[in-house]
């Protein structure tokens, strides 16, 4: 039976499927194709997390977003220091807070 996936896997499956002796097509993706396949997979593990967290899914998630770093050429220590910024202007999420609303009076201009 053949099954239909085209998205973006870890690069030893395609080596995993054979070795179990099942066949397997795939490709290797352009750097354009890959920044648009790491979006969509971003959102496939956030998905799969909501549905069923589990600290496996996490692993896959700081996997992709280690690749996610590399492909889009961004530096961790940078990374690194935009999330102390954020976390000192606007505080982390250890306070559990959830915004319900926000009233704003004013007119609009």
């Known amino acids: ?12 499956v395609p080596d995993i499927i054979t070795h179990s002796g099942r ?7 352009s750097e354009s ?13 956030a998905d799969k997390f909501s549905k069923r967290p589990s600290e496996e ?18 530096e961790q220590m940078h990374i690194d220091y935009l999330k102390l910024k ?12 959830y915004l319900v609303y926000i009233e704003d009076d004013t007119e609009a201009k």
């Open 86 to 97: 954020n976390r000192e202007e606007k505080g982390g999420y250890d306070g559990n807070t």
């Open 57 to 74: 899914e996490v692993s896959d998630i700081f996997e992709l977003l280690d690749a996610i770093i590399s492909k889009f050429g961004y």
């Open 23 to 29: 066949r397997c097509e795939y490709r290797i993706l």
């Open 1 to 12: 039976m053949r099954r239909e996936y085209n998205r973006l896997v870890r690069d030893k």
């Open 33 to 45: 194709e890959v920044i648009l396949a790491l979006q969509d997979k971003l959102i496939e593990k």
